[in-house]
């Protein structure tokens, strides 16, 4: 599902500070909907086994919240930090910054992503995560820019292709702003 970016007009969110949004690409009833379909993708895909649920922070912190909240089996929640962006810039460099404690040997581990923008992040994780010897290992992305070259594991759950722009809201930071707006708005 893809978007082109509706202009926010003349609405004033004081969650801005007067900061000019180009638009509103997702919506809150629109990212709910997908969230909804996700939950249930996600529920038929995983039919035994135990699941982890591993949020990338801080992005993924809401889409995450909302994304277990609608998959209807057991499953436990944990969190890793990878940084590699200084404010809008990719600074290329992808470092784990917290482990998980959680033993993920022999689980089903669900990766959860706020966005796929150069697909550097991911490449990095999954290889750590892989030494772990999971059953499996899956990424569930909210937004998929599609212009990551030499990606090379591709997310199993994306919730839309995003318009390649920079992107705030529902987890999305620039420079740690922003990310408690409840829909996805493009800064550019
Ligand atoms: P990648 O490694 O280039 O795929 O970047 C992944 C990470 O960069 C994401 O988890 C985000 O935290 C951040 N990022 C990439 N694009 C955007 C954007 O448009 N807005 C906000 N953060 C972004
Ligand atoms: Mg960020």
């Not at 039919?47 to 649920?53: A, Q």
């Not at 820019?145 to 292709?161: N, P, T, Y």
């Amino acid at each position: 599902m893809s978007s082109t970016v509706r202009p926010l007009g003349s609405r004033n969110d004081p969650r801005l500070s007067g900061r000019a949004v180009k638009g509103i690409a997702f919506d809150e009833a629109a990212i709910a909907d997908r969230v909804f379909e996700l939950g249930r993708e996600i529920t038929a895909a995983y039919p035994d086994g135990d699941l982890l649920v591993l949020g990338l922070l801080k992005g993924s912190f809401i889409f995450l919240s909302d994304l277990v909240r609608q998959i209807s089996r057991p499953l436990q929640v944990d969190f890793l930090v990878a940084s590699s962006y200084d404010g809008m810039v990719s600074t290329g460099t992808v470092n784990l910054v917290y482990d998980p404690e959680t033993e993920l040997e022999g689980k089903d581990i669900l990766l959860v992503e706020d966005i796929v923008d150069s697909g550097r992040t991911l490449n990095r994780l999954m290889t750590i995560l892989k030494e772990r010897r999971p059953r499996s290992l899956e990424i569930c992305a909210l937004l998929h820019k599609r212009i990551a070259e030499g990606l090379k594991f591709e997310a199993k759950f994306v919730g839309f292709d995003a318009p390649n722009e920079f992107l705030v809201g529902y987890g999305l930071d620039h420079a740690e702003n922003f990310r408690h707006l409840p829909y996805i708005a493009s800064l550019q």
